[in-house]
């Protein structure tokens, strides 16, 4: 089955830095990719859709200006924390589609902010 | 309004037994798409099944099969002969629109709790 790959799956940063995500379509080409954010023991929420080669739409809540979303090519999408806070730490997932109906998720990156 | 509903945070099932994780959704689309994910203590994310809304017969994978009333709008995820590695987070989640329009986002419900004790 498609392959997504996500890296770090675990990162801990100092409060005011900024952290890459990055996320990869390992074996197929995905122009869409979706970021989610799950606090503990919550449910996955959109922060926003990642379109190669434009801008990112983000969900109602999400700041654009924290949370940059770069999609340069069919196969890797980047999520920027920038200016990190503790109240940022949480579980960032992406997920892309390959064509097909089915959605698969990368392994997610545990963000703590100290 | 929810549009996704799973109403048993948690659930304890006997090993071997067979469970039923219930999830209901509401939508105005004529055409979606229903998945169930499992998420165990790690993070990720695993596909187990998928319902298309014109699909006429129930989805099956392996142990997994999806009891799909439409009427009703119920889509529940069905784990026949379960095992000690089921214990996990189960999520259901549906995508409004017809799935070869692209990609669609994924809305998720709360996550149902299972745990398999032997």
């Known amino acids: 089955g498609a392959v997504v790959s996500q890296h770090p799956s675990r990162v801990i940063c100092k409060s005011g830095t900024s952290v890459k995500i990055e996320c990869r379509s390992l074996?197929?080409?995905?122009?869409?990719m979706f970021w989610y954010r799950q606090f503990p023991k919550q449910s996955l929420m959109l922060m926003a859709t990642?379109?190669?080669?434009?801008?990112?739409?983000?969900e109602q809540g999400v700041e654009k200006d924290k949370f940059l979303i770069n999609h340069a090519s069919l196969t890797l999408s980047t999520l920027t924390v920038t200016s990190a806070h503790p109240e940022d730490s949480s579980f960032y997932i992406c997920s892309a589609k390959n064509g097909r109906v089915k959605a698969f998720f990368g392994q997610g990156t545990r963000l703590t902010v100290v | 309004a929810q549009k996704i509903t799973q109403t048993q945070p948690g659930m304890f099932v006997q090993e071997k037994e067979a469970v039923t994780l219930d999830c209901t959704y509401d939508t105005s689309d004529q055409s979606y798409g229903l998945f169930w994910y499992k998420q165990p203590s790690s993070g990720e994310m695993i596909f187990l099944i998928y319902?298309?809304?014109?699909?006429?017969q129930n989805a099956t994978e392996g142990r997994y099969s999806l009891n799909f009333q439409k009427a009703r709008k119920s889509a529940n995820l069905v784990i026949s002969a379960s095992q000690l590695g089921d214990s996990a987070m189960y999520f259901c989640a549906m995508r409004e629109g017809p799935g070869f329009q692209g990609a669609q986002k994924l809305v998720f419900g709360q996550g149902t709790r299972l745990t398999i004790n032997p």
């Open positions: 074996d197929f080409q995905a122009t869409t």
């Open positions: 319902q298309g809304s014109y699909d006429e």
């Open positions: 990642s379109n190669e080669g434009s801008k990112a739409t983000y």
